[in-house]
């Protein structure tokens, strides 16, 4: 069994970068090498749930952000026993939501969350692949705290120090690995 340094060591090696994706002079960080690879998938789970369990006392909830806070958030969750609840795009849940916009490079997109899906008081951690602007994890805390939830840390596989987003999120955050947006 590897320690948690070495299965970061490991997820790290296994994160792709595709160089002009989505636009020219964009350097794409791509996570699905990891989830190819059933035994670092599995190391990813077992450090966020580590971290976890070290670092929250009770955790209620489980919010993943839209799409790989899909893939990673319900495992987690299932892992420690809570709630999994989505964070998407606007116009994709059903029922009452609760909106938050927030800004892009070149313009603002919205976030919604389903108004009955986190009750006030409920402990909750944000996971997200990638922390880049700040603004989709910005938005996530936000939404919560408008359901009076605790946001009690934000997780993320990837983040782009250079990006500065790390100083838009007021709540606790950790990453776990960090990649130069150029390199």
Excluded: W
């Excluded at 806070?69 to 989505?86: E, N, S, Y």
């Amino acid at each position: 069994m590897s320690t948690t340094e070495e299965k970061i060591e490991i997820i790290k090696q296994h994160i792709g970068a595709i160089p002009d994706f989505p636009k020219p002079g964009i350097l794409f960080r791509d996570i699905f090498p990891v989830l190819r690879k059933p035994d670092v998938f599995g190391y990813l789970i077992d450090v966020f749930v580590d971290h976890i369990q070290k670092h929250y006392e009770q955790v209620d909830v489980i919010v993943g952000l839209e799409a790989r806070g899909f893939i990673i958030g319900p495992l987690v969750a299932l892992r420690l026993g809570c709630a999994f609840v989505p964070i998407r795009k606007a116009g994709k849940l059903p029922g009452k939501v609760i909106q938050q916009s927030y800004q892009l490079e070149y313009g603002e997109d919205t976030f919604e969350i389903q108004a009955d899906s986190i009750t006030p008081g409920q402990n909750v951690v944000i996971i997200d692949d990638l922390l880049a602007t700040g603004g989709t994890m910005c938005a996530a805390c936000t939404l919560v705290k408008k359901l009076q939830g605790h946001v009690r840390g934000c997780l993320v596989v990837i983040e782009l120090p250079e990006l500065c987003g790390r100083l838009k999120v007021s709540d606790e955050f950790h990453a776990l690995v960090q990649f130069k947006e150029s390199s």
